[in-house]
């Protein structure tokens, strides 16, 4: 855990964080997501020099190459530094700093995919190259801001849902359940999982230590008949292979499926729908 490391132990296991100053000591003392919501609170055009250094340091894809005239107007392109821009130009780009990670949150959670099924949205077909396709919001949303990265298609399927099936929105105050026929599981050459996330993108501390439901962590369960039924939430034997705890607020679940097979990567497959109980 980095922020569990003093800064001596920090300097001797990892790169030296002396360039970021008062921030690389902000940094060792707080949650990374608070750390890093801060810094852009406190300073939003602290995103645009990182990515004026990022595109100076490691380039650009050939496809973005042709954006450089339009960016340079604003102060955005390597080689470049904000701070030389007037004033209405950096306070356009504070702006668009906060209003683009809510743009991308919305997307994640309201318009994440191609197709809805079961209230289980697909990914875009071109997700894990998104930036190759031009879906450029997508991959900001999915691949960076909520992720760090993501599989081509055919490697694996990132298939989510927020609702129940009455469209209200999944919290952990009820309980859920999930039920696949026999039969029915997700088809794949690796393995599939069930993961929970709050609204962040982050996982959330839990009693139990339980942050996803699969098998290459631990046996599920199967009635007799080859069902195969999950509960989220709510209260349950912790000793229930087949339940994964949720906190009491609005979470996303995640069905991640590793060497998906032809009808979930063509998106046919249908997830069963995320039921209330209680």
Do not use: C
């Not at 356009?92 to 209003?99: D, T, Y």
């Not at 008949?225 to 000793?239: A, R």
């Amino acid at each position: 855990n980095i922020t569990s490391l003093s800064g001596e132990q920090l300097s001797n296991e990892y790169p030296n964080l002396a360039i970021l100053g008062e921030l690389g000591e902000n940094f060792l003392q707080q949650d990374m997501a608070d750390f890093l919501k801060q810094v852009i609170r406190q300073d939003p055009l602290l995103y645009w020099r990182v990515v004026n250094q990022a595109m100076t340091v490691n380039g650009l894809s050939p496809q973005d190459h042709k954006r450089l005239s339009d960016w340079a107007d604003i102060g955005v392109g390597p080689g470049l530094n904000i701070d030389d821009f007037d004033e209405s130009i950096r306070s356009g780009l504070s702006r668009s700093v906060l209003n683009s990670i809510m743009i991308m949150r919305d997307y994640v959670k309201e318009s994440y995919g191609s197709k809805v099924v079961n209230g289980w949205s697909y990914p875009i077909s071109s997700t894990g190259r998104s930036g190759h396709a031009g879906h450029y919001l997508n991959r900001a949303a999915l691949q960076s801001m909520t992720g760090v990265v993501a599989l081509d298609s055919e490697e694996a399927m990132y298939i989510l849902v927020n609702r129940d099936s009455e469209s209200k929105p999944i919290n952990g105050k009820h309980q859920y359940q999930v039920t696949f026929a026999a039969g029915q599981l997700p088809d794949v050459s690796e393995f599939w999982s069930i993961t929970a996330y709050d609204n962040t993108g982050n996982l959330v501390v839990n009693d139990y230590e339980r942050y996803s439901l699969n098998e290459v962590i631990a046996p599920l369960d199967y009635s007799e008949d080859g069902q195969l039924v999950l509960k989220f939430g709510g209260s349950e034997d912790e000793d229930s292979a087949n339940w994964l705890p949720l906190p009491k607020k609005d979470m996303t679940l995640v069905l991640r499926a590793y060497g998906p097979g032809p009808d979930i990567v063509s998106q046919k497959w249908a997830p069963p729908p995320v039921v209330r109980l209680q």
